[in-house]
């Protein structure tokens, strides 16, 4: 496989899951009438999922800073894909809620009014604090992740070292501030 090919596929697969990730968060595509009993448990399966690729990506740093590379290859290869199976879970949940969970909307109607929003106060900038660089970094570290996953598989070693020094500690920062994220907006959860 040539380069050219390898970007064109990471960029389309970028397009692709940030298209979807769009038209779900949207609703543009309605999920069923009635979820499937398994969805109020989605978001926590999320939060465990990326809580366990952060300590995954903490366990592949230590492990290439120590010289062993089979299990640095290893631990990556179950972080990509655990990250994947997150990226499944969060789309179907998605898909398969039909509202929107509000910081602060203690009674789950959709609104947040004017007394929700004053007992939410700094909590709720401090959230949104962290949720909008969560998304804005989640959707342009994926051609990130794939490059240097790609990269490392080939053992493309140099190539692989420069794209790793801004895919990981951001992709580290996506999977904490998404435990994070989960554990705001939780209390708000109205299945």
Known sequence: MTDKFIFRFVAAVTVFVIVVVIILNRHLIPGPETPPAFT????????ILNGTCSVL???????IRNGNITAHKRINILTFCLSSLFLVSYILFHYLMRKDTMYGDVDGDGVLSV????????????YLSILIPHIILAAG???LILLSFYRGLQMQVE????LVRWAFPI???VTISGVVVYLMISPYYHF
Do not use: C, I, M, Q
């Open 171 to 173: 992709w580290l920062f």
């Open 141 to 143: 570290v994926l051609p």
């Open 40 to 47: 109020p448990y989605l978001p926590l399966l999320n939060a």
């Open 159 to 162: 190539k692989h070292k420069k």
């Open 115 to 126: 007394n929700e929003a004053t007992a939410a106060g700094g909590l709720r900038t401090l």
């Open 57 to 63: 990506l903490l366990v592949s740093l230590y492990n």
